[in-house]
Each structure stands twice: as structure tokens, then as C-alpha cells.
């Protein structure tokens, strides 16, 4: 049975950086699309960014265009979100999702498979 499992998460100061993590176990992510989204207490899951892995193209939120970078690792199995320039409304705990396709979907609907997300503080 397919696992995706992030790392990574942590408290930062404002302005800092983390990378994240995302793993997958008993599938590749070839021909997927690969994506994080994040969640707060009392709000819905919203999308940050997502990666078509075959072919590279991205789709970031406005939020974290420009300082946040999702890509690829060398396997077929990472992926990494850097996160540079940290606010305080990033924290957040951030969720790898998964989908087979080739539309680089936002909804979290959409996704069929996910990790057990990772906590990110940033101190106000």
C-alpha cells in the first residue's frame, strides 16, 4: 500500500528557512502530480504548490510565489519544498498529497493519496 511521509517541519524565526520533505513508499511518482497543501486549526486545507513530475511544470499560491520552490528529487520517490523567507501566517501544518494525471489540480479533492503532515512554526 502506497505511504507518503514528510519531514522536515519545524519552529523558525521570521525570515528564516526550511526545507520539507516528501517520501513515497510502494508506488513512484512517475506520472503524478505531486503537491503540498497546509491547514490551521478551524480553516480548510489550501494549496501552496504542486509539481507535474514527468514533465516539471509548477503552480504555486500567490502567497508563497517567489519564496517558496517545490521540485524534484533525483529517485522517483522525493520531493522537497523549500520555504526562504518565512512569515508568521506560513505556520501551518503542511500536507504531501499525491494524484495520478497530468492537470496540475489545486483542490485537495483531488488527491487521492496523503501524508500525515508536518508542523511549521514561525513565531510572531
Known amino acids: 500500500q502506497a505511504q507518503l511521509v514528510e519531514s522536515g517541519g519545524g519552529l523558525v524565526q521570521a525570515g528564516g528557512s526550511l526545507r520539507l520533505s516528501c517520501t513515497v513508499s510502494?508506488?513512484?511518482?512517475?506520472?503524478?502530480?505531486v503537491g503540498w497543501f497546509r491547514q490551521t486549526p478551524g480553516v480548510d486545507r489550501q494549496f501552496v504548490a504542486n509539481?507535474?513530475?514527468?514533465?516539471?511544470?509548477?503552480k504555486y499560491a500567490d502567497s508563497v510565489k517567489g519564496r517558496f520552490t517545490i521540485s524534484s528529487g533525483n529517485d522517483n520517490n522525493t520531493m522537497y519544498l523549500q520555504m526562504n523567507s518565512l512569515k508568521p501566517e506560513d505556520t501551518a501544518v503542511y500536507y504531501c498529497?499525491?494524484?495520478?494525471?497530468?492537470?496540475?489540480?489545486?483542490?485537495?479533492?483531488?488527491?487521492?493519496?496523503w501524508g500525515q503532515g508536518t508542523q511549521v512554526t514561525v513565531p510572531s
Open positions: 498529497a499525491a494524484r495520478v494525471g497530468t492537470e496540475l489540480r489545486t483542490a485537495p479533492g483531488q488527491y487521492d493519496l
Open positions: 509539481i507535474k513530475w514527468n514533465r516539471g511544470n509548477t
Open positions: 510502494g508506488r513512484t511518482f512517475n506520472n503524478h502530480i
